[in-house]
């Protein structure tokens, strides 16, 4: 079984929203992704949506839109991005599909690893957030902890974390995300949000204290699922 992980999905069956402003490789976006993650991911793998699914505005609307992530291959593990509006109750959410999962302030077991995750938000510059965004930063963080803590209850050993927003700030300042990161078992951390060549290492990437930073937006990663683990049950 294989982890794989994409963000930034942005579909929009309900909703004229086109991305090519971030680029030509924009076009047809959807298309790519679908047919990529059919030839790469299998019925028995796991995927993680790290937010930015759709561009609906209401659940109504993002059904056509979850329908078509729910008949691609594998799993789904999914977190909230700034845009998923549509987002409502999680208890709703989870009673949908039998192959998709929306993860908020828990986490999903596999193995011994837990997948937690948070929808984050933009990191402190020099320590200074507006009184607004601070609100959020805070309110974030404790959602990721309460993530963790109930991935620890339930006796994981390594922890997988998705978040939208990245953890730190385009000057890779530590963050509230990254000390919680510390304190617990994290070796994974992947996150989206970012589009455009010019802003893909505005955040931390790679391996910093023992932690492995992936960057996975889809454009990223040239609109495939970007595999992070191959576990054997």
């Given at each position: 079984?294989?982890?794989?992980?994409?963000?930034?999905?942005?579909?929009?069956?309900?909703?004229?929203?086109?991305?090519?402003?971030?680029?030509?490789?924009?076009q047809d976006h959807q298309e790519q992704i679908v047919k990529n993650?059919?030839?790469?991911?299998?019925?028995?793998?796991?995927?993680?949506?790290?937010?930015?699914?759709?561009?609906?505005?209401?659940?109504?609307?993002?059904?056509?839109?979850?329908e078509t992530i729910d008949k691609l291959p594998g799993y789904k593990i999914l977190i909230k991005g700034n845009h998923d509006y549509w987002w409502q109750s999680i208890n709703k959410l989870n009673s949908l599909y039998d192959n998709m999962f929306f993860l908020q302030n828990t986490s999903y077991k596999v193995g011994h690893y837990g997948i937690c995750g948070s929808r984050g938000w933009g990191c402190p510059v020099d320590?200074?957030?507006?009184?607004?965004?601070?609100?959020i930063y805070k309110r974030e963080g404790k959602r990721l902890e309460?993530?963790?803590?109930?991935?620890?209850?339930?006796?994981?050993?390594?922890?997988?974390?998705?978040?939208?927003?990245?953890?730190?700030?385009?000057?890779?300042?530590?963050?509230?995300y990254t000390?919680?990161?510390?304190?617990?078992?994290?070796s994974q951390v992947v996150y989206g949000h970012l589009h455009g060549k010019e802003s893909f290492n505005n955040?931390?990437?790679?391996?910093?204290?023992?932690?492995?930073?992936?960057?996975?937006?889809?454009?990223?990663?040239?609109?495939?699922?970007?595999?992070?683990?191959?576990?054997?049950?």
């Amino acid at each position: 079984m294989d982890i794989y992980a994409i963000g930034d999905l942005h579909l929009s069956a309900s909703v004229d929203k086109p991305m090519d402003i971030f680029g030509d490789n924009w076009q047809d976006h959807q298309e790519q992704i679908v047919k990529n993650w059919q030839d790469i991911v299998k019925d028995k793998d796991i995927v993680l949506i790290a937010g930015d699914i759709s561009w609906a505005m209401s659940l109504e609307e993002a059904y056509m839109d979850l329908e078509t992530i729910d008949k691609l291959p594998g799993y789904k593990i999914l977190i909230k991005g700034n845009h998923d509006y549509w987002w409502q109750s999680i208890n709703k959410l989870n009673s949908l599909y039998d192959n998709m999962f929306f993860l908020q302030n828990t986490s999903y077991k596999v193995g011994h690893y837990g997948i937690c995750g948070s929808r984050g938000w933009g990191c402190p510059v020099d320590g200074q957030l507006d009184e607004h965004n601070s609100k959020i930063y805070k309110r974030e963080g404790k959602r990721l902890e309460l993530s963790l803590e109930h991935a620890m209850q339930a006796g994981c050993k390594e922890i997988i974390v998705m978040m939208h927003y990245p953890p730190t700030n385009d000057k890779k300042e530590d963050s509230l995300y990254t000390d919680l990161f510390k304190n617990y078992p994290v070796s994974q951390v992947v996150y989206g949000h970012l589009h455009g060549k010019e802003s893909f290492n505005n955040s931390i990437r790679g391996i910093k204290e023992n932690i492995n930073y992936t960057l996975v937006s889809a454009d990223a990663i040239n609109f495939k699922p970007q595999k992070i683990l191959s576990y054997n049950r």
